[in-house]
C-alpha cells in the first residue's frame, strides 16, 4: 500500500499512480506481508470455503453428490469464460481512451446535482475491484470532491459497475435480468448522494493513512 | 454463445480498435497489457469461486430459496433479500452464480434485485476490509446511513418494472 502515495503529487498523477498501482505489479515485489496476504485474501477465502462446502456435501449426500455439483460447475465456467475475456478487453481498452485524472474537479460540494451526476458516471466507468476503487476515491476527495460525490461514487461503481455487468451479470443471469437491475439501480446512487450530504455525522477525508513513507 | 455475448465481443474488438486509432500501437499493447494482468487476476478466483458456488447451492435446499424469495413472496421477499444480501460475501465471483442457483431454484426477478443491490452496497466484507481502513468509521457510518433503504427501493422498482421484462428469469424459461 505504501507504494501508492509516494509522492504527496498533483491529483491527477495521483490518479495515474493510483491507477498504475492496480495495473502494474512494480510494486508487489516491496510489498510486506500482509500486502500480500490481502492481494491473495480472496482466493484463499474462496478455496477454503469450496473445500469445506465440498467436504459438507461429501459427509451429507455422498461422492456422487461432489461429481454431480462439478459436473453443474463446468458448463457454467466454460458459458462464462468467453463474455469474461470480452468484457475483461473491453474494460482495458477503455482505460486508455478515459483519463480518470480529468473528473475531480466536477465533484465539489458546490457541485449540487450535477456533481452528483458527474460521479455517478464516473462510478459506473470506473473498472476493477475495490483494490482500484478505493485508493481512488480517497484520491478524489483529498481533491475536493464532497461527502454526497463520494458516496455516490463508491454507490454507483458497486452496482452499476459496468464492467462488473459485463463480465459478471449478463454472461450469467442474461441480458433481460441485467437491464432490468440495472434500471432498478441507475438512480440509487445519485439519491444516496443527495441523502450523504444530509446526514449530520462530520467528516473530513482521513490525512492519508496510505501515504506514511515507510523509508 | 448467446446474442448478448457476441454484442460484447463485438463491443471489445471496436473499444480495442479505437484505442488504436487514438492513441496509436502503444496504447492497443497498454490495452493488452490491462487485459492480459485483469485475465491472470480474475481466472484463478473464477476457476475457484464457480465450483464453490455450485458445492453451496447443493447444500442449500432449492424449496427454502423458493419459499422465501419466490416470486410470490412479494414485497417481504424484497424485505428478506435485502437484509440477507449484505451478508454474502466476497465479489461478483461468489454473488452472481449464487443468484443463478437461487434462480434456478425459483425465485422471482424482484427479489434477486433486492438481494444484489443490498450484497453490491451494502456487502459487509467489502466494507471492512476496504472502506473502513482506508476512509474511516465516520465514512462508513454515513455511507450506510444513505445506502440502508436503497435495496428495498431497488426491489420495489424490479415489482414495478417486471411487467416489462418477461424474459427476466432466463433460466426457468429456457
Not at chain 1, 16 to 43: D, E, I, Q, V
Not at chain 1, 145 to 154: E, K, Q, S
Not at chain 2, 59 to 69: C, D, E, F, G
Request: hydrophobic share 60%; net charge positive; aromatic share 6%.
Amino acid at each position: 500500500m505504501d507504494v501508492l502515495f509516494q509522492k504527496t503529487c498533483h491529483p491527477a498523477g495521483c490518479f495515474s499512480a493510483a491507477a498504475n498501482w492496480t495495473a502494474g505489479r512494480r510494486g508487489a515485489k516491496r510489498a510486506p506481508m500482509p500486502g500480500f496476504l490481502r492481494r491473495h485474501a480472496t482466493l484463499l477465502i474462496l478455496s477454503a470455503v469450496a473445500l469445506i462446502a465440498a467436504t459438507l456435501v461429501w459427509a451429507a449426500q455422498g461422492p456422487a453428490a461432489v461429481n454431480a455439483a462439478l459436473d453443474k460447475a463446468w458448463p457454467l465456467l466454460l458459458m462464462v469464460l468467453p463474455a469474461m475475456l470480452a468484457g475483461l478487453l473491453l474494460a482495458g481498452s477503455l482505460k486508455q481512451l478515459i483519463p480518470p485524472g480529468a473528473l475531480a474537479q466536477w465533484m465539489g460540494a458546490e457541485s449540487g446535482w450535477r456533481g452528483l451526476l458527474v460521479a455517478a458516471l464516473a462510478g459506473m466507468a470506473t473498472p476493477g475491484g475495490p483494490m482500484a476503487t478505493f485508493p481512488i476515491v480517497l484520491v478524489l476527495a483529498r481533491a475536493g470532491a464532497d461527502r454526497g460525490a463520494v458516496v455516490c461514487y463508491i454507490v454507483s461503481w458497486a452496482l452499476n459497475g459496468l464492467q462488473r455487468i459485463l463480465v459478471w451479470e449478463v454472461p450469467l443471469l442474461g441480458a433481460d435480468f441485467a437491464l432490468l437491475r440495472l434500471l432498478c439501480g441507475l438512480p440509487l446512487g445519485v439519491l444516496a448522494g443527495m441523502i450523504a450530504r444530509r446526514v449530520p455525522i462530520a467528516w473530513t477525508p482521513p490525512e492519508s493513512p496510505l501515504a506514511a513513507p515507510r523509508r | 454463445m448467446t446474442g448478448g455475448q457476441v454484442l460484447l465481443g463485438v463491443a471489445a474488438l471496436g473499444v480495442f480498435l479505437l484505442a488504436i486509432g487514438r492513441g496509436g500501437v502503444p496504447a492497443g499493447r497498454r490495452a493488452l497489457r490491462d487485459t492480459g494482468e485483469s485475465i491472470a487476476r480474475v481466472l484463478p478466483v473464477m476457476l475457484v469461486a464457480i465450483p464453490m458456488a455450485a458445492f453451496l447451492s447443493q447444500l442449500i435446499p432449492p424449496q427454502l430459496a423458493a419459499a422465501w424469495l419466490g416470486p410470490e413472496s412479494g414485497m417481504t421477499g424484497v424485505l428478506v433479500a435485502s437484509a440477507v444480501g449484505g451478508f454474502i460475501p466476497g465479489g461478483p465471483f461468489v454473488s452472481f452464480p449464487l443468484v443463478l442457483t437461487f434462480i434456478k431454484a425459483g425465485a422471482g426477478a424482484p427479489q434477486m434485485v433486492a438481494l444484489i443491490t443490498a450484497w453490491a452496497i451494502l456487502g459487509i466484507h467489502r466494507v471492512l476490509t476496504w472502506e473502513l481502513p482506508v476512509l474511516g468509521p465516520r465514512f462508513v457510518a454515513i455511507r450506510l446511513i444513505s445506502g440502508a433503504a436503497l435495496p428495498v427501493l431497488a426491489g420495489a422498482a424490479a415489482q414495478v418494472l417486471l411487467p416489462w421484462f418477461p424474459h427476466a428469469l432466463p433460466v426457468v424459461g429456457r
